[in-house]
């Protein structure tokens, strides 16, 4: 080996020996295992999980209670409204109209109560004049408008007199005095459909409507139904000095859906003129009440 060689090691051990020499037991300490620098995505992992997990609870006890129900329930869908679809104020003259009705009468004869109202718009032709509307028990509106052949004069309200079922088919049908005349009710006679409320043209009368009550003392007019569900239809003249009175009856079957009526069976009787209300119910305030349900 050659002498350079041997002044290089000699100098590599005298290094050595130095910095042996500075290591003292106040400049050791513990082992420790090597630190490794964790992702940061890790670190924020569990506080941001956590508080998903306390959110998701939060989320859950705003929705049920402690008695599993829900405090808030869901929106039910928009109410649908059905008119006649001829006139501009219809849909909502009859939706304020049924808003404020207390009348209540199975109308589509699903078994529970429906909301009945009649509006009326004075400042409308006579083809928009009156309408007559129900609120079935899932919420939807159906609405059509009188016929023009009997409608209120300006200041006059429509008004629901009368939900008889005829034919006892489980629906009740809307009698609506027009206010046409002042001294009598003249009606119009509507009943429920698939596609809502139609009127129905009271046979033998003139332009369908019919008069439920009026003509006067000496020939009241009136008409009702009776317990089978048959429409009646009768004029009261008078007979032995106005001590009496001459009862001319027409009673209409219900055969047919929606609302077709037969053959009427015709009648004709005499009777104390301080009787005629209990004999013949038509002449009665109650003259629906037979064929109407409690």
Not at 171 to 193: E, G, I, P
Request: a negative charge; hydrophobic letters at 40%.
């Amino acid at each position: 080996m050659s002498r350079s060689s041997n002044e290089i090691e000699d100098r590599l051990r005298r290094a050595l020996a130095a910095r042996a020499e500075q290591v003292t037991p106040a400049s050791l300490r513990p082992a420790e295992p090597p630190q490794v620098k964790r992702p940061r995505w890790i670190v924020w992992g569990a506080p941001i999980l956590a508080a998903a997990a306390v959110l998701a609870v939060l989320g859950v006890m705003s929705v049920v209670d402690f008695g599993g129900q829900e405090t808030t329930p869901p929106a039910s869908p928009p109410t649908a409204v059905h008119t006649s679809g001829t006139c501009e104020r219809e849909e909502a003259l009859i939706t304020r109209a049924l808003d404020n009705s207390r009348v209540t009468a199975d109308v589509d004869g699903d078994g529970a109560a429906d909301l009945v109202a009649t509006a009326t718009d004075d400042t409308a032709a006579p083809n928009c004049r009156a309408f007559v509307g129900v609120r079935t028990a899932d919420g939807a509106t159906y609405s059509t408008v009188l016929a023009t052949s009997a409608v209120p004069p300006p200041g006059m309200p429509a008004e629901v007199v009368g939900v008889p079922d005829l034919g006892m088919d489980g629906r009740a049908d809307l009698v609506v005095d027009t206010r046409f005349m002042a001294d009598s009710a003249l009606s119009q006679l509507f009943t429920w459909t698939e596609d809502g409320l139609v009127r129905v043209p009271v046979p033998a009368t003139e332009d369908g409507n019919v008069t439920v009550e009026g003509g006067g003392v000496t020939s009241p007019l009136a008409a009702g139904c009776t317990a089978d569900g048959s429409l009646v239809t009768s004029v009261a003249n008078t007979a032995e000095q106005g001590r009496a009175y001459e009862v001319i009856r027409q009673t209409y079957p219900v055969v047919g859906d929606p609302l077709t009526f037969g053959s009427p069976g015709s009648t004709t009787d005499q009777v104390p003129a301080e009787q005629l209300p209990q004999l013949f119910p038509e002449y009665s305030p109650d003259r629906f009440m037979p064929c109407t349900h409690n």
